[in-house]
T-cell receptor, first 114, second 118 residues
Framework: QQPVQSPQAVILREGEDAVINCSSSKALYSVHWYRQKHGEAPVFLMI?????EQKGHEKISASFNEKKQQSSLYLTASQLSYSGTYFCGTPRVISNFGNEKLTFGTGTRLTIIP | GAVVSQHPSWVICKSGTSVKIECRSL??????MFWYRQFPKQSLMLMAT?????????EQGVEKDKFLINHASLTLSTLTVTSAHPEDSSFYIC??????????????FGAGSRLTVL
């Protein structure tokens, strides 16, 4: 099943903060976060591997609560370049090749206005 | 970082024709590539996993004969939409997995191919 993200969409003024949540009905092995700008391919932001792990990339950080089967992405002092649709991705382990398929969340459209 | 090239970036075709989309890993070898489909304002839906030297594995509900996948080399996977119809119009994105410094697999995506079937 597809992870559910909230909110579906959010509009911020430049400099404001936002939180995007990703909830799964299944156990999570790890959580990936991607950002996709309109008409472009998704770009990898970060991956969280352990429950309780927190990571940061510039002013974008994320946390992973394994017990609650959810992850949150935090954007602080948002910039115009942060606009886009954010997707969380949760892997399904394939035993044959040892690869990981990602199931992407429902997406959150973030619009930053000046 | 890893680069994945996808071609064509957009294509318009007539109903009933077949369209081939190429996905290349430019600076690394990819034994596995993934093909996703994305409708406007929706999420990416995994269609199939392309495995070099063996048959692709398809997700439930994806027609194997409709979406032919070939992964003939370690750097190239192709998706052929056969006998395309207007409902096949979509944004198709390929990706290849790359090993991150943490040891986990992350995906690098191609730029996507927008297919419009008239």
């Amino acid at each position: 099943q597809q992870p559910v993200q909230s909110p579906q969409a959010v509009i911020l003024r430049e400099g404001e903060d936002a939180v995007i949540n990703c909830s799964s009905s299944k156990a999570l092995y790890s959580v990936h976060w991607y950002r996709q700008k309109h008409g472009e391919a998704p770009v990898f932001l970060m991956i969280l591997l352990k429950g309780g792990e927190q990571k940061g990339h510039e002013k974008i950080s994320a946390s992973f609560n394994e017990k609650k089967q959810q992850s949150s992405l935090y954007l602080t002092a948002s910039q115009l370049s942060y606009s886009g649709t954010y997707f969380c991705g949760t892997p399904r382990v394939i035993s044959n090749f040892g690869n990981e398929k990602l199931t992407f969340g429902t997406g959150t459209r973030l619009t930053i206005i000046p | 970082g890893a680069v994945v090239s996808q071609h064509p970036s957009w294509v318009i075709c007539k109903s009933g024709t077949s369209v081939k989309i190429e996905c290349r890993s430019l600076d690394f070898q990819a034994t596995t590539m993934f093909w996703y489909r994305q409708f406007p304002k929706q999420s990416l839906m995994l269609m199939a996993t392309s495995n070099e030297g063996s048959k692709a594995t398809y997700e439930q509900g994806v027609e194997k004969d409709k979406f032919l996948i070939n992964h003939a080399s370690l750097t190239l996977s192709t998706l052929t939409v056969t006998s395309a119809h207007p409902e096949d119009s979509s944004f198709y994105i390929c990706s290849a997995r790359e090993l991150s410094p943490s040891g986990a697999n992350v995906l690098t995506f191609g730029a996507g191919s927008r297919l419009t079937v008239l």
